[in-house]
């Protein structure tokens, strides 16, 4: 094995047993080559990420590599473990009830102030300090005097890690959903390399998760120098991958996904070998316009609107059986949407309440 092996220790039980995760590195032949982090399963249920890096190890070792890889599968072991009957919860911490991928941390910078400091330095200087910056705030935020959550410490111990990477990948997969990716704007060319039909084209706002705390802190920087007649390019791409559905283990797919992770690393100089990506028609939407459609009843719901299937105007959606109002009009409710969608993902239950977030659409779709 060409890959060394370690630990990452993200907390203690209360059993006194530790928290860790597995950590994979290939070391640089290329000191200049980007730098790449992969972590998969941060959501409990989402398991096909580990397929995927398990692929990508397999492939890797027999490839030419040029810069610094480091996979982390098993990000999360409490929400991994956080079984009930046959389900995997582990999408929110059972604690305080907040999404495991919306702990990383905004780190609050003033880069204006921070700008004006550094403006004397070339570029690669430039990004080399606010790395260092960046890494200072998650080590201070986890050394705080009053203690941070689990869930932060979590977060952070791997944001320390992607802040460390020039390519930050995060497998995710959607509850019962095709495989999409959400992408920054500024880095839209990229959707074209991966093994991935349906790109979410993101604006530059933090909302928690790790893709944004990869990349807001440097769009930011690369922004405000443009403001005061600076060129830069933002050194940092991070990628959300959602790998269809969760519970799911599918080694052949994951090589699909491999592959196309390949295709783009081959294209970013991380590996010195051609890995050409899938042709295949691409398509993007720009989160603006990425919808969900609430459960306008509470019942049992028959989806039949397939995702990753264009649905027309009119076109039926799902069924709502309620067997309560047997002999009524209410007793087989039919849905339909008004405009032209791509269903992307549905509820992964088949019961639900008035209001559950029953589908999510992407509108609005352009060829990328
Ligand atoms: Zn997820």
Known sequence: MRFTQSSL????????????????????????????????????????????IFQLMKQ????????????LPLANPLGINQKSGEFTLGRFDPITGVNWNREYLEHHCDIPAWYQQHSH?????????????LLA??????????????????????????????????????????????????????ASYFSIPYSLIMPNQFGGAMDEAAFCPWWQLVEYAASQGREMTVPVSAFT?????????????????????????SHRGVVADKVEPVAMARYGCLLADYKKYHAPKGGLVEYLAAPGVLLKAGQPLANILRLDCYGTQEELTSVQLAQDCVPILHFASASVYQGTELYKMMTNIFEL
């Open 60 to 71: 890797l070792e027999t490839m030419d590599v040029q810069g610094e890889v480091t996979l």
């Open 121 to 133: 330095l070339s570029d690669t200087e430039l990004y080399h300090d606010f790395r260092l910056m």
């Open 241 to 265: 991958l959602e790998l269809a559905s969760q519970e799911r283990i599918d080694m052949k797919d994951a090589l699909v996904d491999a592959m196309g992770i390949l295709a783009y690393l």
């Open 9 to 52: 220790i993200v907390g203690e039980l209360a059993t006194g047993q530790e928290l860790s995760i597995p950590v994979y590195r290939l070391p640089a032949q290329d000191l200049g080559a980007p730098k790449v982090f992969i972590q998969a399963n941060v959501h409990g249920a989402e398991v096909q990420g580990n397929a995927v």
């Open 137 to 190: 705030g998650c080590d201070a935020h986890l050394a705080q005097s009053w203690g941070v959550t689990t869930g932060k410490r979590l977060a952070v111990s791997l944001q320390k890690l992607a802040h460390q990477a020039d390519i930050v990948i995060d497998l995710h997969t959607g509850p019962k959903s095709c495989k999409h990716l959400y992408c920054p704007e500024y880095d839209q060319h990229a």
